[in-house]
């Protein structure tokens, strides 16, 4: 007969794998997160990543999965317990990356009052948001950008050159400096631990965590149909293969051998090369396989026009993406920065009394592009409005300018055109401002002329990362600036130096009017307005 287990012993038992198992502890002890209590529910799929024992992991994966919170708790239950006596070096892309992890993730984790028993009574503040004690060790938080942090640290400083570790994490991987695996490695050097773990949202195929998935056992979830008992991957799947339209309009995620409905929650993850996985656990996952992700809204935004696909790939099916196209793109790079760094906002309502600057491509045969900005008070400048068109004079933009600011309520500061607008024209004896000043009461001034058209590129580059956009407002000035591109040429099947003349050309120029102005020290040019020496918008 076997003896029954007493609660006591259920209890030895529980604390005895919770010491080692980071899903239990987190799932026993009922830990508060951010979004509630940690619980198994919608993320089966967490179990393994969090458990697997492999010395590299590596997590390529769709956006809001909880991979992140998953990981700081691995790093908290292996800090409470002992198993990283030398501490934990957790890294991000950028210093406010860290001030803001800090502040808004790890900070309430510890200092919930349902985690006091299971963390808070373990961690000492050290009043620094970027280092944090843990038990007997140290969890630090660090900038992965060397370029910009680290070098110059390691210069002035040993503390951070030596900082040592047993667990290494680099999240965000493909935003970070190429160096930062090997600076991680080094804070590893003395550790008889030595762990660590990469996150990250894919970019380009065979570029960061694509290329360190490829070097692990490339993990995926396998789906188990409830009708056939068949098993199935979505994320290897086209989309439009992996999900079906229902006669209802509700979509299903599909099997593929009987063509049923599947349930994500019943899968597991299966290795595509099992040898690796005592060295190298990997794991893709995509918004696909997730099962809190309703597919019907997954559908509807992959199949909505005006989805961007480099974008829906990266975040929400969790895979790198190149389109050869967006090689000629001036500003690829800086504007899906923007989306990843929801710069690209739904809207963005002017401040009242805030003067809006505007900034000009005129054309005169040709289409003309302005661009409404708005400084903000953290150091951006907000994008409220964008407007192009083409077959008209310049009474028109004005009006369309007096129109906006009766209806607004806007006010105006300065308005800046291309160096040109300065220049006098051959026939009528002035320039482009003084006509719009002597007709329209409408004064401009000149932003300089660059020496190169690729000086004013580079410049609107750098600017990019300044300013966001109102989605609404400047729905096809974003458009334009993705597509802004070199020529191409067919027969030797490179790009020119110069840009393309076509529909995302006027937007473009206009953009690099703004950042030839704003070079000249916050917009101080000449005023080319005849006889004005008033910083004021129309006449009067």
């Given amino acids: 007969m076997v003896a029954a287990i007493q609660p006591q012993n259920l209890e030895q038992l529980a604390a005895a794998y919770t010491e080692l198992n980071p899903w239990l502890w987190a799932?026993?002890?009922?830990?508060?997160?951010?979004?509630?209590?940690?619980?198994?529910?919608?993320?089966?799929?967490?179990?393994?990543?969090?458990?697997?024992?492999?010395?590299?992991?590596?997590?390529?994966?769709?956006?809001?999965?909880?991979?992140?919170?998953?990981?700081?708790?691995?790093?908290?239950?292996?800090?409470?317990?002992?198993?990283?006596?030398?501490?934990?070096?957790?890294?991000?892309?950028?210093?406010?990356?860290?001030?803001?992890?800090?502040?808004?993730?790890?900070?309430?984790?510890?200092?919930?009052?349902?985690?006091?028993?299971?963390?808070?009574?373990?961690?000492?503040?050290?009043?620094?948001?970027?280092?944090?004690?843990?038990?007997?060790?140290?969890?630090?938080?660090?900038?992965?950008?060397?370029?910009?942090?680290?070098?110059?640290?390691?210069?002035?400083?040993?503390?951070?050159?030596?900082?040592?570790?047993?667990?290494?994490?680099?999240d965000e991987y493909d935003e970070m400096s190429a160096g930062v695996e090997a600076f991680a490695r080094g804070r590893l050097a003395h550790s008889d631990v030595k762990t660590m773990s990469r996150l990250a949202n894919p970019t380009l195929p065979a570029f960061g965590i694509d290329a360190a998935y490829a070097a692990s056992d490339q993990r995926r979830w396998h789906i188990r149909c409830e009708h056939c008992g068949q098993w199935t991957c979505l994320d290897l799947l086209p989309l439009d293969t992996a999900l079906r339209v229902q006669a209802d309009g509700t979509v299903i995620r599909l099997c593929q051998h009987c063509e049923g409905a599947l349930n994500p929650r019943l899968g597991q993850w299966v290795a595509a090369y099992p040898s690796r996985s005592k060295r190298h656990a990997g794991f893709q996952i995509g918004h696909v396989s997730m099962p809190f992700v309703d597919p019907t809204e997954l559908y509807n935004d992959y199949h909505d026009p005006r989805t961007n696909k480099a974008i829906f790939t990266r975040l929400r099916a969790g895979l790198p993406f190149f389109d050869p196209i967006l090689l000629g793109c001036y500003w690829h790079t800086e504007m899906t920065a923007a989306d990843i760094e929801c710069r690209v906002l739904p809207t963005i309502p002017a401040y009242p009394g805030v003067p809006i600057d505007t900034y000009w491509d005129v054309g005169v045969d040709d289409c003309t592009a302005i661009w409404f900005a708005q400084r903000d008070t953290d150091g951006y400048i907000n994008m409220v409005h964008h407007y192009e068109s083409s077959g008209a004079g310049v009474g028109h933009y004005i009006g369309h300018l007096r129109r906006l600011a009766e209806r607004n309520r806007w006010t105006y500061g300065e308005h800046y055109g291309p160096h040109d607008i300065g220049v006098t024209e051959w026939g009528t004896g002035t320039t482009r401002a003084e006509t719009a000043w002597q007709k329209y009461g409408f004064r401009f001034k000149a932003a300089r002329r660059p020496q190169e058209k690729e000086d004013s590129i580079e410049l609107a580059r750098q600017l990019l990362g300044r300013l966001r956009f109102s989605g609404d407002t400047c729905a096809e000035g974003i458009?334009?600036?993705?597509?802004?591109?070199?020529?191409?040429?067919?027969?030797?099947?490179?790009?020119?130096?110069?840009?393309?003349?076509?529909?995302?050309?006027?937007?473009?120029?206009?953009?690099?009017?703004?950042?030839?102005?704003?070079?000249?020290?916050?917009?101080?040019?000449?005023?080319h307005a005849a006889g004005s020496r008033i910083r004021t918008l129309f006449g009067g």
């Avoid at 799929?45 to 990981?71: D, I, N, S």
């Fill in 27 to 170: 799932y026993l002890n009922k830990v508060k997160l951010v979004g509630g209590v940690f619980k198994r529910t919608n993320h089966e799929y967490l179990y393994e990543p969090m458990t697997a024992q492999a010395p590299e992991r590596t997590v390529m994966k769709a956006t809001q999965g909880g991979f992140t919170e998953a990981e700081v708790l691995r790093c908290l239950h292996g800090m409470t317990q002992g198993l990283y006596p030398m501490g934990v070096l957790y890294m991000f892309p950028t210093r406010d990356d860290v001030s803001d992890f800090s502040d808004t993730r790890f900070k309430p984790l510890i200092e919930a009052q349902e985690n006091h028993k299971v963390i808070g009574q373990y961690v000492t503040s050290t009043d620094r948001a970027n280092l944090k004690r843990v038990g007997n060790a140290f969890i630090y938080f660090r900038s992965g950008n060397l370029g910009k942090d680290i070098d110059d640290k390691i210069k002035s400083s040993s503390k951070l050159k030596s900082l040592p570790a047993d667990h290494a994490v680099l």
């Fill in 479 to 527: 458009q334009a600036l993705r597509m802004y591109r070199r020529e191409y040429d067919e027969k030797s099947r490179t790009f020119r130096s110069k840009p393309l003349h076509d529909w995302a050309c006027h937007t473009a120029d206009a953009l690099q009017t703004m950042a030839l102005a704003l070079a000249e020290g916050g917009g101080q040019v000449k005023s």
